[in-house]
């Protein structure tokens, strides 16, 4: 016992003589090259920055291996085929305007104004779901009832906001018709306020629920807003025009 500490303490003491010159030879080196940074002018610091910078860029670009084959084809099916159920449901709004045709035959200032409002509510829930997807990529921690009161509130207020310039714009478009620029705002309104709440809880429902990536939430509100938009346009305009 007393000979395996005996050798174990002379290891150590090896180790220490061996560590001590390392760290004291890192030591100079460090104050020798701060020394010589110092002597630098900050041209020739910039050039010296410029050369780890693109050193750092072409070590990292050697760790990313390209992607095979295989998991190009795969990533890009799969975003065809989300595309490619948009599609089919984008084509329902067709059906749901054939369905209004006599309103839209009486009323033709309805389709000039159709672009606008799913115009608008594709923008405003884009717009929330990018903002939601930030939040989930940082990790962001949330309270869903509280972050639900949050956005209800903020479709409600920008809902109004944008509401009154579009009844403006229809009332100086329409020469202070008010009755169609009642029924276009009131649809506005709905529009902007759905798709803003829509387009925080798509992302939400995409990573909890199904596990799918929430970018995609992006063209799926897209989408979803057409044809709400079409629904809610026409449905207010049949009671409030008819």
Not at 44 to 72: A, M, N, V
Not at 166 to 171: P, S, W
Request: hydrophobic fraction near 45%.
């Amino acid at each position: 016992m007393d000979n395996e500490t005996s050798m174990r303490r002379r290891n150590v003491q090896k180790d220490d003589q061996v560590c001590e010159p390392q760290s004291v030879t890192l030591s100079k080196a460090i104050d020798q090259f701060e020394h010589y940074l110092s002597q630098l002018s900050s041209k020739d610091l910039k050039q010296y920055e410029h050369h780890i910078r693109s050193k750092l860029d072409r070590d990292e670009s050697k760790e990313h291996s390209l992607p095979t084959s295989t998991s190009f084809v795969k990533s890009n099916f799969d975003r065809f085929i989300l595309l490619g159920i948009l599609l089919i449901f984008q084509s329902f709004s067709s059906f749901i305007l054939g369905s209004f045709s006599d309103l839209i035959s009486k009323h033709i200032q309805i389709t000039m104004y159709l672009t606008m409002l799913v115009g608008s509510g594709g923008n405003a829930g884009n717009q929330a779901a990018v903002l939601m997807i930030r939040q989930l990529s940082v990790g962001t921690r949330y309270k869903l009832a509280k972050l639900l009161f949050n956005e209800t509130l903020a479709a409600l207020f920008i809902g109004t906001l944008i509401t009154l310039v579009g009844f403006i714009r229809v009332l100086i478009e329409e020469k202070g018709e008010l009755r169609i620029s009642l029924t276009i705002s009131l649809a506005l309104f709905s529009i902007v306020t759905i798709s803003i709440v829509l387009g925080t809880c798509l992302p939400l429902i995409f990573n909890r629920i199904f596990g799918l990536d929430p970018a995609h939430a992006g063209p799926t509100i897209q989408v979803c807003m057409d044809i709400i938009g079409v629904c809610i346009t026409c449905a207010v305009g049949q009671w409030m025009l008819n």
